[in-house]
């Protein structure tokens, strides 16, 4: 079946350090791939996003990159800030209309 | 993006009470939408997809009579917390999508408390 695995947090990292939350994937088909930020009392806003194999999705400095070689999909930040902090999920859809969800992990950005 | 609004942000009831969790989506139809719980510092677990103008589908475990789904319009979806005990106590999470290949927009999440 369908699953995500992402790295288990937190996460704890100092302002300006560089950030990666590892994905993977199992999927049928070609998924579309989206990681989502939660924070804290508040429901999932979607943050970047990537449809096909190659394709990177990129927004407010973070990035991942669609790997269908290695089934990837790593988020990455090259300078975090405090406001960073919060629940990051990985997620993937096949065509339907369920989303699959990572367990999500949690990034404390200190200053 | 599109906008999914969900209200009551906090709500606290009576064990025994229900409580109705209201779930729009404000600028398009949403023939589906979702309902999540989440636990704390856990991820999204599905609860059931919510058809418009149908019944609801239902996750494994999870009671339909407890929380009843009603999908009247395409634009309101409803979740029903029926004779709530502590262990309800959790927050709720909606979202709909425009398209089977498109991104889950989200409602901003409802806390529940009973007590």
């Known amino acids: 079946g369908n699953s995500v695995t992402q790295m288990e947090g937190p996460v704890t990292l100092s302002e300006e350090a560089f950030l990666t939350i590892n994905c993977t994937y199992t999927a049928t088909g070609y998924p579309s791939l989206f990681w989502y930020v939660q924070y804290p009392g508040e429901g999932l806003q979607l943050l970047l996003k990537a449809t096909k194999a190659d394709d990177k999705g990129s927004n407010k400095g973070f990035e991942a990159t669609y790997r269908k070689e290695t089934t990837s999909f790593h988020l990455e930040k090259g300078s975090v800030q405090v406001s960073d902090s919060a629940v990051y999920f990985c997620?993937?859809?096949?065509?339907?209309?369920?989303?699959?969800f990572g367990a999500g992990t949690r990034l404390f950005v200190k200053a | 993006g599109a906008v999914v609004s969900q209200h009551p942000s906090r709500v606290i009831c009576k064990s025994g009470t229900s409580v109705k969790i209201e779930c729009r989506s404000l600028d398009f139809q949403a023939t589906t939408m979702f309902w999540y719980r989440q636990f704390p510092k856990q991820s999204l677990m599905l609860m059931a997809t919510s058809n418009e103008g149908s019944k609801a589908t239902y996750e494994q475990g999870v009671e339909k009579d407890k929380f009843l789904i009603n999908h009247a319009s395409l634009t309101l979806s409803t979740l029903t917390v029926t004779s709530a005990h502590p262990e309800d106590s959790s927050f709720y999470i909606c979202?709909?999508?425009?398209?089977?290949?498109?991104?889950?927009?989200f409602g901003q999440g409802t806390r529940l408390t009973v007590v």
């Open positions: 997620a993937l859809n096949t065509g339907g209309f369920k989303t699959i």
């Open positions: 979202s709909g999508r425009i398209a089977s290949d498109t991104e889950a927009f």
